[in-house]
């Protein structure tokens, strides 16, 4: 579709909640540019927090530039061409996150979005993830100085060639599924302590928690928690299925393997991978995946041994330049 001067057309911006017309917009524009690049352009957490209108801990706020008719008013609106998320911290910092739609691409619509998001917000404390690693999101990130701070790699195991080793548990540790209502407060604990240094999960609330297990997906029988034998826990490993679509069988995903800092050099970690993945292995799947950060040697290491190969990478900019 051909846009006529889009920097021009008025750019709806949203604190906070957004209606239900918009939301679905954002999930219909989000579903186009996944089949058309391989990649969701919008992160788990950004889309949890859009059906939830947000929370005090992570305060959003969404722009959105809708394409008009030809012949009609733009303020009118029809297609929605593009959409900018930002989610906020108690800090005043936040991550932002883009999607333009297939067919209004290279007319100027994230420009345009980030133009008013310039003029409302401003772009102070602002780092920005590319899903994908995309030129046109590398080109952007220069034009408004931003330079790469985070690679996040997506890696896969074709489940055809699963073979996975006898890791064991260490002694007095088993592994027993989460049980919802009872153990929540241990988890946030141990994921606190195992992801002190993350940026994200390391931060995770029971109310990031609960909207979690509100999802589709969500299965307990597949998050794993390590316990020794007074009932600590020591480790997890939170397994999901994703649906398979247009004919193609479901994946799987490894969604975040933690140990806890009293656990580690037991090689809990290894004995957790390998019992999601036969966990994960119980269902008809495609393949197996998982993300992890460029930088986690150990980890990195680990999945290359259990047969994991690199896919494709996630890139974070940031931080920006004051403007």
Known sequence: MSLAHPEKWPVLAVDGAVDPELLRDIRALAAAA???????????????????AGSSDHPLSTFALYAPDEDSDPSSGEDLAGVAVVVGDKDGTG??????????????????????LQDTRGLDGLSAWSHGDHAAAARLAERFSYHPVRELWRMRLMASSAEMPDAGLPDGVTIRAFVPGRDESAWL??????????PEQGAMTLADLEARMAEDWFDPAGFLLAENSEGELLGFNWTKVHPGHDG???????????VTPA????????????????????????AIMLYVDADNTAAVTLYQKLGFVRWDADVMYGPLTKN
């Open 263 to 286: 656990a580690q050099g037991l090689g809990l970690g290894k004995s957790l991978t390998v019992a999601g993945i036969r966990h994960l292995e119980q269902h008809e799947l495609h």
């Open 95 to 116: 991550v932002l996150e883009m999607a333009v739609h297939p067919s209004y691409r290279c007319q100027g619509v994230a420009g345009r979005l980030l133009a008013s």
């Open 189 to 198: 604990a141990a994921n606190k302590a195992a992801f002190a240094h993350h």
């Open 34 to 52: 996944e089949e058309a690049d391989g990649n969701p352009p919008l992160s788990e957490q950004t889309l949890v927090l859009l059906r939830g």
């Open 248 to 258: 193609h069988p479901p994946i799987g995903e490894v969604y975040v393997v933690g």
